[in-house]
């Protein structure tokens, strides 16, 4: 939920590219560290 929050926030004319692209390659390891888990139940 927090990076979540933290990306809807995003003042897009103060941060620099590699915050945004940092930002998404954690979202998509949470999202694939998720699913390796829930496919492992």
């Known amino acids: 939920m927090a990076i979540s929050r933290k ?3 995003f003042d897009f004319e ?3 590219p590699q915050f945004v692209l940092t ?3 954690v979202v998509l390891a949470l999202g ?3 699913w390796l ?3 492992r139940t």
């Open 14 to 16: 103060k941060i620099t």
């Open 7 to 9: 990306v809807i926030i």
């Open 37 to 39: 888990i829930s496919k």
């Open 32 to 34: 694939i560290t998720y």
């Open 23 to 25: 930002t998404a390659a």
